[in-house]
């Protein structure tokens, strides 16, 4: 009894420091890191008044951040499996710090081109680095609600980055004969730069060099994880190489291409899609109202999360907040000309789409584990980079063919969410033939051990 209570306490004390600890620095991290991505989005109109910058211009300029990050966010999580998770986000945020204050010297459109591109290079294996963190340091039962506080990063990002990239472009511009939008490349890049080495100080790369932690928290935690990967599926992959070839991570991979669709559009054009049905708002307005629809996704990443950890229902947890986001996405369809009822059902359809991203990532994790869990988190991210690119060039292109209405991108949006949740129910199912395959051979193998035992008896 002691010693039960002992251990129950001994858990509680753990995960609570870990999550002090690390989880407020990958938000500040990662809300660093999704500013400078998506700070196009409320500068596009100052930058296109002054480089020529058409809409569809604007949306490959948007998604071709994503080219860097589809064909390097492999290779990066790889090094990030040999040097560690730690020192390789601190790495990133520097490189792409320099890169987005390099942003400031555009003068054309190719050049902003050219910077997207080298922004995805240097961003490449930020996510699955953290994702690869996050599941050295957090137990399964705790993993949901880790994932959940890590996606808050996303709409407070937006939130609260919106209205700050408008404030900065207020109140630069014109400052010593610069223009506000290069202003803010080198304030939001700078800002990447500093907080690159509080990364390297306070995150740790294993439980027994964590000094913070006492020795009986030190080894429930290495106990705990140990314990959980030799619990890994025998079908699972156990290689980096093995998991780029695995079904069943090619699954997830395509399931989360469809899943972060409409909220990779979203984040770019949600300023536009604001200045474009309210006339006369200043960039800070915009800013404020664009930040809405994230702010109700930062409600629904946390409600989910708590939800999530309480009933332990992953299916649900996952399909739920999707099947909200394609009601929602739907109803934009129908408010057609109403924007204060197109700005609700687009709010209630990024809590379901954001909300259910953390939950997704439960179930590869789980799945993968060591080597494999670097080469799967990578691929499934790396293809969820394909669309990263084609949702806000689609939406840009689409817009322009449907005379400038956003009807069409939003159509193609909610039939993505669709196929997002049959591709969570095909990943369920696949786990749920593979569970019923190892039981099977599990019983086979008992009955053999069985009449083993018989014939050595007798």
Not at 16 to 33: C, D, E, G, N, S
Not at 144 to 155: D, E, G, I, K, N
Not at 327 to 345: E, H, R
Request: net charge positive; with cysteine; hydrophobic share 55%.
């Amino acid at each position: 009894m002691t010693t039960s209570m002992s251990r129950s306490a001994v858990e509680h004390s753990t995960i609570r420091k870990i999550t002090f600890r690390f989880i407020p620095v990958i938000i500040l991290a990662y809300f660093v890191a999704y500013i400078d991505r998506v700070n196009i989005g409320m500068i596009k109109q100052a930058m296109s008044a002054d480089i020529g910058l058409t809409d569809v211009a604007f949306g490959l300029a948007s998604g071709l951040i994503f080219i860097g990050l589809i064909f390097f966010e492999i290779p990066s999580n790889k090094l990030a499996h040999k040097v560690g998770p730690r020192r390789w986000i601190a790495r990133i945020m520097a490189s792409w710090g320099v890169v987005v204050m390099a942003g400031a010297l555009i003068q054309i459109p190719e050049h902003l081109y050219v910077m997207r591109v080298v922004l995805g290079l240097a961003e490449a294996g930020m996510a699955p680095a953290v994702f690869l963190f996050l599941a050295q340091w957090f137990p399964r039962q705790y993993r949901a609600r880790a994932l959940s506080a890590f996606y808050l990063s996303v709409p407070i990002a937006m939130a609260f980055g919106s209205p700050l990239t408008g404030w900065i472009l207020e109140v630069t511009h014109n400052l010593v004969g610069i223009d506000g939008w290069r202003w803010v490349f080198l304030v939001e890049g700078f800002a990447a730069i500093i907080v690159a080495p509080v990364v390297l100080r306070l995150l740790s790369d294993h439980p027994s060099k964590a000094k913070w932690l006492t020795a009986e928290e030190q080894s429930w935690l290495t106990n705990t994880l140990e314990e959980e990967g030799r619990g890994v599926p025998a079908s699972a992959p156990h290689s980096f190489r093995g998991s780029l070839v695995d079904g069943k991570v090619w699954i997830f991979a395509v399931t989360y291409l469809f899943l972060g669709f409409g909220a990779n559009a979203l984040v770019y054009w949600m300023p536009t899609i604001v200045g474009s049905a309210t006339r006369g708002l200043g960039p800070l307005q915009i800013g404020l109202v664009s930040a809405i629809p994230f702010v109700c996704a930062a409600f629904g990443i946390y409600l989910t999360g708590r939800i999530a950890e309480r009933t332990q229902a992953k299916r649900w947890n996952i399909l739920s907040p999707v099947l909200v986001s394609v009601a929602g996405f739907a109803a934009v369809l129908v408010f057609d000309g109403n924007i204060t009822m197109q700005m609700a059902m687009i709010s209630l359809a990024l809590a379901g789409a954001l909300a259910s991203q953390p939950q997704f990532w439960t179930l590869p994790t789980s799945y993968l584990s060591g080597a494999a869990a670097a080469g799967g988190i990578a691929l499934i991210n790396s293809v969820n980079n394909i669309g990263g690119f084609l949702g806000p060039y689609s939406f840009g292109w689409l817009k322009e063919i449907g005379g400038n209405s956003t009807m069409l991108p939003f159509i193609v949006i909610a039939a993505a969410q669709v196929l997002a949740a049959a591709g969570v129910l095909i990943a369920y199912r696949t786990k749920s033939r593979r569970s019923d395959l190892s039981r099977e051979r599990s019983a086979a193998e008992a009955e053999v051990l069985a009449a083993d035992a018989t014939v050595n008896a007798k």
